[in-house]
């Protein structure tokens, strides 16, 4: 209860935390790669390595001591029935392992990485997007995630932000050849000082149609690129005092954004998923798309189910007070469980740290949901994690991403086991033998009312209630870790 509540209070000061994490922060030393030879200015087309000295990352197994290694994510293996790297379709953040700078409320940025120049300039851009290919060439990842603005600088006008996408995606779909594609592209509607009030739910008009324009092209280049889905967190969707707020008009809104959202996809022919993206909180006091299960009624309501499913990310599972199982396992049985933005938060603390997954048990319990819903393709898992500030080594990338795969890949093993083993799923499905009778059926079939079940109550006087055998659920689990 108190760290739910120390977490508010940091909240906002974390409104600006959010929003430097996803700007572009120019200061620092200027830096560029060592054999760049001085061409630092106007240098995209340096085709030099970005990481010297890190090999391809290969599966050594659990007995290796080297950290550029992978002890559990053997890619080609074979797990009930799928190779792992169909189970686990891994991407990169763009925006967090390219763009994140370390900063914070209370400090400027940490990380200077080399082929950085200090500037946002387009041929900054295209420079990062070679270290983008060359990271996912080596770590070997087939998938990348990016936002409009995270890509290609924003212009003056919206004319030349296109401009400048378009330079940046043409290299993007030259260095991506026919291997790699994003898992999903998206528009940023949450720094530029215009979406202040919203995006899609903003009071203003001109910031709708806006926000539409930057959605429009968004999808093209996601098309463009082969991209697989197309997400939607709507970061300033929300309010932060209904005194203010036109709570049914905004959601009005957001619906009839979403329903030309779809229209577009429908027009240009773009096959991916459209995903909406829950989060409680952070940057807005409350986001409509609060949770799992708030999109769904929000889907439903507005007639867009079967247009969008879900994109469940486990750090904002864990702000809506909800642990990830159980916004995974809310999607999957609304049939809306499309993509997994795969991270982790800190239990000490409120607010969306966005760390990678390292904890076993919550992999297991991920990969459960994963296995139950027969994998997440064409969605995947996407890295939304960033380095810690103080982590400042380039090799600390390759480390965070390892780390976080092979946590993974162990849960998909553990999780393997218990679904081979059958204990979990028995005691599960004697718990509710009952319902299996003749009886429980008629109830499931919705045919048993009231006066009958009072007459069955009646003649069967107090039921007996069985145990739920909660530590064997969870000795069984943990025998499989
Ligand atoms: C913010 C967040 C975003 C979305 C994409 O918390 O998760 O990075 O994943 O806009
Ligand atoms: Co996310």
Not at 25 to 41: D, R, S, Y
Not at 444 to 468: M, Q, R, Y
Request: charged residues 25%.
């Amino acid at each position: 209860m108190n760290t739910m509540k120390g977490g508010r209070v940091v909240l906002l000061v974390l409104l600006c935390w959010n929003v430097a994490n996803f700007a572009v922060i120019a200061a620092g030393p200027q830096t560029c790669p060592a054999n760049l030879e001085g061409q630092c200015g106007d240098s995209e087309e340096w085709k030099g390595e970005f990481f010297p000295g890190i090999p391809k990352i290969k599966y050594e197994g659990p007995n290796s001591k080297n950290h550029l290694a992978f002890k559990w994510y053997n890619a080609e293996e074979v797990i009930l029935g799928k190779k792992m790297k169909d189970w686990m379709r891994f991407s990169v953040a763009f925006w967090h392992t390219f763009r994140g700078t370390g900063g914070d409320p209370f400090g400027g940025p940490t990380k200077f990485w080399p082929w950085e120049d200090g500037t946002n300039s387009v041929a900054m851009a295209k420079r990062r997007m070679r270290a983008n290919f060359e990271f996912l060439d080596k770590i070997g990842v087939d998938y990348w995630c990016f936002h409009d603005r995270d890509i290609a600088p924003e212009g003056s006008t919206l004319k030349e932000s296109n401009a400048y996408l378009d330079e940046v995606v043409a290299l993007a779909k030259e260095l991506q050849g026919s291997k790699i594609k994003p898992l999903w592209g998206t528009a940023q509607l949450f720094v530029q000082p215009r979406y202040m009030h919203g995006a899609a739910t903003s009071s203003e008009l001109g910031v709708y149609a806006y926000a539409a324009a930057q959605v429009k092209k968004a999808m093209d280049v996601t098309n463009y690129l082969g991209g697989e889905n197309y997400v939607f967190w709507g970061g300033r969707e929300g309010y932060q005092t209904l005194l203010n707020t036109d709570m049914e008009r905004e959601l009005n809104h957001l619906a009839s954004f979403f329903h030309s959202a779809v229209a577009y996809k429908k027009k240009i022919g773009f096959n991916g998923t459209l995903l909406i993206e829950p989060k409680p909180q952070e940057p807005t006091k409350h986001q409509y798309d609060w949770d799992a299960a708030t999109a769904a009624n929000f889907l439903r309501k507005y007639g867009l189910l079967g247009e969008f499913k879900l994109n469940i990310e486990c750090n904002h599972a864990t702000l809506s007070g909800h642990s990830c199982h159980h916004e995974l396992e809310t999607a999957r049985i609304n049939g809306l469980l499309g993509n997994i933005d795969a991270n982790t938060g800190d239990p000490q603390v409120g607010w969306d740290t966005d760390q990678f997954l390292t904890d076993i048990s919550e992999a297991t319990m991920v990969m459960l949901s994963v296995i139950r819903n027969g994998g997440l393709a064409p969605g995947g898992f996407n890295f939304d994690a960033k380095l810690r500030r103080e982590s400042t080594d380039v090799e600390d990338i390759f480390i965070a991403h390892i780390g976080g795969m092979d946590t993974l890949a162990r849960g998909l093993r553990s999780a393997a086991k218990l679904v081979e083993d059958g204990a979990l799923t028995e005691l599960v499905r004697k718990r509710y033998e009952s319902f299996d009778s003749d009886i429980g059926k008629k109830i499931e079939a919705g045919e048993a009312d009231f006066v009958f079940l009072e007459k069955k109550a009646l003649e069967w006087g107090e039921p007996k209630v069985p145990s739920a055998k909660q530590e064997l659920a969870e000795m069984l689990f943990q025998s499989a870790l």
